[in-house]
């Protein structure tokens, strides 16, 4: 009765923990859950006041369609004004979430038996997205030795022929690795080489933390010949629940995402696009509060494992910590469940994210320093750290 493609989709392991979760809290065990990268911090009062008013216009509740002409421009002026990145009309579509839009993008460029490059490890909606396309997946590990960014020299040269489509994502999720001018120029270089097309997935780019500063895949020469970015306002501005994202770039990517999307749905509820225009147009207030709360929260989270003796390498980017498991462990699902069952403290085991990410967990940086202090102490008190 199911379609074959449903059959290789196990439950979400976010689904599968926060069961977990559910039946130890019944059982009236305390938990902290670092597993969902969903902010915990509420927008600012400034971002809640316009959602008010404009869901206070009963003419906001109709059929959006299409973009609005305003949500367009204002777009083209942040990525002007942010990247220096000189965007047109038609190279702009809002997408009702990075999320959807993977597969959105996936179903517009993919043919069953296509070729699609995917990093491992990698946030789990970049495969399966071209998996219900019909795509042959080949893996890019991301490796530690190489700082975790994507190795091109790798990729055999028979299956970058074949290639059509690449995805990447810096600042990374789960590994919360960065990359820097130079990566991009020569992802853009590949690309046109063996004329893959591109997706880069720019969500983090306001989380770059000591010092450095996100960059945008389009301000390399050439990117949009070969490809389209997603960017998001859900971790930035902490409202991940309206669903407000874009892609831009190459004209036939996004023209392609317009006909489907008239096909699915009828644009994004009208009060998110006057939100987001106002947000994007205005003052930065809340870029750098969010940016600063995740690097704080790094930091102490860190130095009070570092002191209980798990050494854990500091973010360089995103919400998340990629922490390496204890050596007398080798499993990352096996630490998961001793972290949930012994100390109430969930994560998200690496394996999940693919093979390479066997070896560590990640941990989404959505508690606050008491809630993070309770966990390293319950920790500690577990005794799964020692040998």
């Not at 394996?351 to 990640?362: L, T």
Request: include cysteine.
């Amino acid at each position: 009765m199911i379609a074959d493609k449903m059959q290789q989709l196990s439950s979400a392991i976010f689904s599968e923990l926060n069961e977990q979760k559910k039946a130890l809290m019944k059982a009236g065990r305390s938990m902290i859950d670092f597993s969902i990268g969903t902010p915990d911090s509420p927008p600012s009062d400034r971002v809640m006041k316009l959602l008010s008013e404009a869901t206070g216009d009963p003419l906001n509740y109709r059929y959006a369609i299409s973009d609005t002409q305003e949500l367009i421009d204002a777009v083209c002026h942040w990525y002007h004004q942010r990247y220096q990145v000189t965007l047109e009309t038609d190279e702009v579509i809002s997408l009702l979430g990075s999320q959807s839009g993977f597969t959105e993008l996936a179903l517009c460029l993919i043919n069953p038996g296509d070729i699609v490059l995917v990093p491992s490890p990698s946030y789990p909606i970049f495969t399966i997205g071209p998996h219900l396309a019909g795509a042959l997946l080949h893996k890019m590990p991301l490796l530690k030795e190489n700082d975790y960014l994507i190795d091109f020299e790798a990729i055999p040269k028979d299956v970058a022929i074949a290639a059509k489509l690449m995805i990447v994502s810096y600042p990374n999720n789960p590994t919360a690795a960065t990359a820097n001018p130079e990566f991009y120029k020569a992802l853009v270089a590949f690309a046109k080489r063996y004329n893959i097309m591109v997706l880069h997935d720019n969500a983090y780019s306001e989380l770059l933390f000591d010092g450095q500063r996100g960059e945008s895949f389009l301000s390399i020469p050439g990117a949009k010949e070969v490809g389209i970015e997603f960017n998001s306002l859900s971790k930035t501005y902490s409202i991940p629940g309206c669903r407000t994202a874009f892609a831009v770039g190459n004209k036939e990517m996004v023209s392609a995402l317009k006909t489907l999307k008239s096909h699915v749905d009828y644009g994004m509820f009208l009060p998110f696009q006057k939100v987001a225009v106002s947000l994007l147009t205005g003052p930065q207030d809340e870029v750098k509060f969010i940016h600063d709360l995740y690097e704080t929260r790094g930091q102490f989270l860190i130095q009070g494992l570092k002191e209980i003796g798990w050494n854990i390498p500091l973010p360089k980017g995103s919400m998340f910590v990629w922490a390496p498991i204890p050596s007398h462990y080798t499993s990352s699902m096996n630490f998961t469940q001793d972290l949930m069952h012994q100390a109430g403290v969930v994560v998200v085991p690496g394996i999940s994210f693919g093979e390479e990410g066997e070896g560590y967990v990640r941990i989404a940086l959505v508690q606050n320093e008491e809630a993070m202090a309770k966990a390293i102490k319950q920790i500690q008190a577990s005794g799964i750290l020692n040998t």
